[in-house]
């Protein structure tokens, strides 16, 4: 029989690390790290890595393994994870996965659920061209992000259609995927949508834990997690990342890769440069109170959104797939616990996933999951989530009446249901009411100037004079 292995996820805050150690000392457990930016040696603060004192004597692997300059991928995370499971599994004791990089949890809990899973790519990138990919732009790392896209569209334009044309680190991955294995992203996508409608199963018998907090309660302590960190130090790490990741020669850095990607140093790095140019050795000087209020403000809303992110992830991608699932015997189970409510996380989290996870060690019948949280109803039941989207429905959709941010450009989005939610949103309406008063300014010249407005919301285009 395979043995077991428990899976802790949700978004960042929510105490997803305290559970895994209060499971870990309840079942003899080991933690393994599934949060991709912890992986990374030092900047603690930053990555809010767990403090020895959190561990309270349960080893962590995958935790500050890396060096700061490495770069890894959700291949290296799946070989180097499982290879920690089979180690934990023949000690006899528990793996469990925590963390809020959820692809390399999937990648890790599902067979042939990413392409690595079908094509193990080489630890070196291949020299050998492929059709419509030339020697000259193997580096990818040497292309803005137009080039990046036009040479993803010229070799897989299924995925260019996937991807926006901004979005670096994921055109990149696909354009890896083909140099490296010779054949197009989706194609690889696409046999494994296919299995999942099959064949697709998880590699052990999974207790997987959601910890969730609904955004009007979890928001408060982002932001309040984020003044801490400036308290504890975040500004001295910053400045040292910066040291250790210099500028390019274009004067910029590149914040899709390795430890750059962490929420911080882009949001923070204008006052830095004010502080270098100024002189000033102290971040609490008055004369960047302006500047350090906006940049951590934009961290703390960078923080809020990548929570959106992650948890949008959960409903979209692996709620979908577990249902999709050939699921058992044995057993596996999804669970949503209610971290709303920190003075009674004892009884709603702790206590619920040891009685949870102590009936799914023992093989038995599982506990209900409405039951053990009659709130998850809306979010675990079949139907409040979307299903697994096929290759085939990915299509960009272009708004003429609005524009990308800070661009000028023609508002991408991507798939059907971002076009359908982009129709009916708050900015798509002003952007069209704005250019419906422009359109009356011009009908109407002989309109006081002053009755008409003529500044223009964010996102809308202004109309071509002829």
């Given amino acids: 029989m395979l043995k077991q292995v428990v899976a802790v996820i949700g978004s960042t805050g ?38 020895p004192g959190e561990q309270e004597g349960i080893p962590h692997h995958l935790l500050g393994c890396l060096s700061p300059n490495g770069e890894y991928s959700v291949t290296d995370f799946e070989k180097d994870a499982l290879k920690k499971i089979a180690e934990i599994q023949a000690r006899d004791r528990l793996p469990i996965l925590v963390g809020g990089t959820h692809y390399y949890v999937q990648a890790v809990l599902w067979n042939q659920s990413l392409v690595s899973n079908r094509a193990p790519l080489p630890s070196q990138p291949s020299t050998a061209p492929f059709p419509g990919l030339t020697g000259e732009v193997q580096d990818f790392n040497s292309l803005d992000n137009p ?27 696909s354009l890896e995927v083909y140099r490296d294995t010779g054949r197009p992203h989706s194609e690889w996508i696409r046999e494994t949508q296919t299995a999942t409608h099959g064949s697709q199963r998880l590699r052990f018998p999974t207790c ?34 910066r040291r250790l990741e210099p500028v390019t020669v274009s004067g ?5 890769r390795g430890i750059l990607q962490a929420i911080g140093l882009k949001e923070f790095e204008p006052m830095l440069q004010q502080a270098q140019m100024m002189g000033v050795a102290d971040y609490n000087d008055p004369q960047l109170d302006e500047a350090r209020t906006i940049c951590l403000e934009r961290m703390k809303i960078g923080t809020r959104q990548y929570a959106k992110r992650q948890i949008a992830w ?6 979908p797939l577990f249902r999709a699932t050939e699921v058992g015997p044995p057993a596996s189970a999804f669970y949503l616990l209610d971290a709303n409510h920190l003075d009674a996380w004892s009884a709603r989290v702790r206590d619920t996933a040891v009685d949870v996870n102590r009936a799914f060690l023992a093989s038995g019948p599982l506990l209900d999951p409405i039951q053990v949280n009659p709130a998850a109803a809306p979010y675990l039941n079949p139907g409040q989530t979307g299903p697994l989207r096929s290759v ?22 991507n798939g059907q249901a971002e076009w359908e939610a982009h129709r009916t949103s708050r900015r798509h309406r002003r952007s069209l009411k704005w250019l419906k008063v422009q359109k009356d300014k011009l009908k109407y010249r002989s309109t006081s100037p002053a009755s008409i407005p003529d500044s223009k919301p964010t996102g809308a285009t202004q109309p071509r004079k002829h």
């Fill in 14 to 51: 929510v105490g997803k690390s305290q559970l895994a150690v209060e499971l870990a000392k309840a079942f003899g457990g080991e933690i393994i790290n599934a949060d991709a930016m912890q992986m990374y040696q030092g900047f603690d603060i930053l990555t809010n890595k767990v403090t």
């Fill in 147 to 173: 080039a990046l896209y036009r040479l993803l569209n010229t070799v897989d334009p299924t995925m260019a259609q996937q991807w926006h044309p901004n979005d670096r680190r994921k055109l990149v991955r």
């Fill in 208 to 241: 997987i834990f959601w910890v969730g907090a609904d955004p009007p309660t979890l928001n408060p302590r982002l932001d309040s997690r984020v003044d801490q960190m400036v308290q504890r130090g975040l500004l001295s790490e910053l400045e040292e990342l």
């Fill in 252 to 256: 910029d850095r590149d914040y899709t």
């Fill in 314 to 319: 959960i409903r979209n991608k692996l709620l």
């Fill in 392 to 413: 085939g429905d990915w299509k960009k959709h272009t708004c003429p009446e609005c524009t990308e941010a800070n661009q000028g450009t023609p508002l991408v989005l």
